[in-house]
T-cell receptor, first 113, second 114 residues
Framework: SQQGEEDPQALSIQEGENATMNCSYKTSINNLQWYRQNSGRGLVHLILIRSNEREKHSGRLRVTLDTSKKSSSLLITASRAADTASYFCATDDSGGGADGLTFGKGTHLIIQP | GAGVSQSPSNKVTEKGKDVELRCDPISGHTALYWYRQSLGQGLEFLIYFQGNSAPDKSGLPSDRFSAERTGGSVSTLTIQRTQQEDSAVYLC????????????FGNGTRLTVT
């Protein structure tokens, strides 16, 4: 079942601007992860935030998690053309089920040079 | 190995034929996952292995789909009597353990059923 839902579905910005993507989910989670997928490639892990964390940084990436609202955001600062990709959030729920991570449908980000 | 390796990278097959997709996970990763991604869509979970065991096969779309993992390493996903709706990218991922570590994905096998 679909757990994470990214918003917006598509985003086009100018190079150098900041890009913000949001993810909402439905059940309790152990952690939430963000992945990037370039066209024709597999997904690449970007960052993992645990349920007891509120914010995490990695280079130009900033992730927030609000478990009370069941939502997360991914901010990419000073965007570059190479950031053009699809971005997915994935949740590891607390149910103990064996279905791995549950992925959303992704946000397609286009950075205009 | 350096990363998760999937083969073939592309497969075109005729409707009704069987296909076998292969995944070589990162050495030492005990958890292995298969996902399916249709054009412009998110990832649909198919099956998960912990070692050689698959605790939950309920994600497999039909009984034409099966998967196995041997030696806690290589996994194969088999689709029998392929249908056009099976056309998609099949992604394999592995992780050190389930849930507490990120997934490492292969580049996928693009399956086209004509």
């Amino acid at each position: 079942s679909q757990q994470g839902e990214e918003d917006p579905q598509a985003l086009s910005i100018q190079e150098g601007e900041n890009a913000t993507m949001n993810c909402s989910y439905k059940t309790s989670i152990n952690n939430l992860q963000w992945y990037r997928q370039n066209s024709g490639r597999g997904l690449v892990h970007l960052i993992l935030i645990r349920s007891n964390e509120r914010e995490k940084h990695s280079g130009r990436l900033r992730v927030t998690l609000d478990t009370s609202k069941k939502s997360s955001s991914l901010l990419i600062t000073a965007s570059r053309a190479a950031d053009t990709a699809s971005y997915f959030c994935a949740t590891d729920d607390s149910g103990g089920g064996a279905d791995g991570l549950t992925f959303g449908k992704g946000t397609h980000l286009i950075i205009q040079p | 190995g350096a990363g998760v390796s999937q083969s073939p990278s592309n497969k075109v097959t005729e409707k009704g034929k069987d296909v076998e997709l292969r995944c070589d996970p990162i050495s030492g990763h005990t958890a292995l996952y298969w996902y399916r991604q249709s054009l412009g869509q998110g990832l649909e979970f198919l099956i998960y292995f912990q070692g050689n065991s698959a605790p939950d096969k309920s994600g497999l779309p039909s009984d034409r789909f099966s998967a196995e993992r041997t030696g806690g390493s290589v996994s194969t996903l088999t689709i029998q009597r392929t249908q056009q709706e099976d056309s998609a990218v099949y992604l394999c991922a592995s992780s050190f353990d389930r849930g507490r570590s990120p997934l490492h994905f292969g580049n996928g096998t693009r399956l086209t059923v004509t």
